[in-house]
């Protein structure tokens, strides 16, 4: 098990002061996000810099946005943004690879984009085949593949960890598994920590926040009970 934390919570901070803050409070690892084009992220810089602090990679946040000028998403009805997406991730996987991550953080559908393109069932089956295709990609290079549920406010596809292992079923990938993310599953799931249980041995990465999205104990999450 590795603690770690996402450098996504920090925007736009200097990479190396996110690491430095890390190492002084004892964290295994970080969680990076997932841009392998943005030049603060380049491999050999990066891994210098992990080796400075003693840390190391834990996972990296695929970034599935949905904007006028970037769009990244696997369920899409049209066939040129899923094949951009896939490209994407194929980026994430190989930069992995590079820095010695072990998994890559999947959502099923575009953060934002609220409603299906086509029709659920259509979204769904779109985003299966392109994942698989991913997946295929993902055990060449011996890199997992986690799948996270999002709230319904953020995403529309795979809201829950029972969705998340529907989808997960259907991959049917030896490297395709899920995540969990508290923040989600307060507004998700009836029982976080049975949903949790339900999980079991197919859960492989939680991102932990309060119920306001906050660090643990500035909202009502009981994660004694989740614990």
Not at 55 to 70: Q, R
Request: glycine residues 2%; contains cysteine.
């Amino acid at each position: 098990m590795q603690y770690s934390i996402s450098n996504w919570i920090y925007a736009t901070e200097d990479l190396e002061k996110s690491l430095q803050r890390l190492a002084k409070y004892e964290y295994d690892a970080v969680e990076l996000e997932g841009e392998p084009d943005k030049e603060k992220y380049e491999p050999k810089k990066v891994k210098k810099m992990l080796q400075q602090y003693g840390l190391k990679v834990s996972s990296i946040a695929g970034m599935y946005l949905w904007k006028e000028e970037i769009k990244r998403d696997l369920a899409s009805s049209d066939k040129k943004i899923r094949e951009q997406t896939i490209i994407y991730l194929f980026k994430c996987i190989d930069y992995a690879k590079l820095i010695s991550a072990k998994l890559v953080i999947v959502v099923p559908a575009a953060v934002s984009k609220l409603a299906p393109s086509l029709s659920k069932k259509e979204d769904w089956k779109n985003s299966v085949k392109a994942v698989q295709e991913v997946a295929k990609y993902a055990e060449k290079k011996d890199i997992l593949l986690a799948i996270e549920p999002i709230n319904r406010y953020e995403t529309y596809l795979v809201n829950s960890i029972q969705d998340a292992l529907y989808y997960a079923c259907e991959v049917n990938s030896s490297h395709v598994k899920i995540m969990a993310d508290t923040f989600h599953m307060n507004i998700e799931e009836r029982d976080i920590p049975e949903a949790i249980r339900i999980a079991g041995n197919n859960l492989i990465n939680v991102h932990i926040a309060d119920s306001n999205r906050c660090s643990v104990g500035r909202g009502h999450i009981n994660f004694k009970a989740l614990i």
